[in-house]
């Protein structure tokens, strides 16, 4: 989530889930939406169904590297037959 988008929307409460421990300014390694030196602040609750949330983000991050492997494994594949092809189009001079 976009902590200082939410800020500047003056978006009056925000629910998370899960935290992402490596980054985000929601809370975890910086906290945007309760500072108070920002002209709003955000009415935060965290936690709501934790368990469930981190383990969809974990499944989602999870299949989505797996799908990127594959598909640059098959760009891989389709770039080595279209080289492939072309060596059988070439004609010595």
């Known amino acids: 989530m ?8 003056r978006i009056d409460e925000v629910v998370m889930g899960s935290m992402n421990p490596k980054a985000g300014c929601g809370g975890s390694i910086l906290n945007l939406l ?4 920002f002209n709003h602040q955000v009415k935060v ?3 709501i169904m934790e368990e469930e949330c981190s383990q969809m983000l974990t499944n989602f991050f999870k299949e989505l590297r797996i799908r990127n492997k594959q598909e640059k494994e098959l760009r ?3 770039a080595e037959n279209a080289g492939d092809s072309q060596e059988g189009l070439k004609q010595p001079f």
């Open 2 to 9: 976009c902590a200082g988008a939410i800020v500047q929307a």
């Open 34 to 37: 309760e500072m108070p030196e």
């Open 45 to 47: 609750t965290r936690g």
């Open 76 to 78: 891989k594949r389709m």
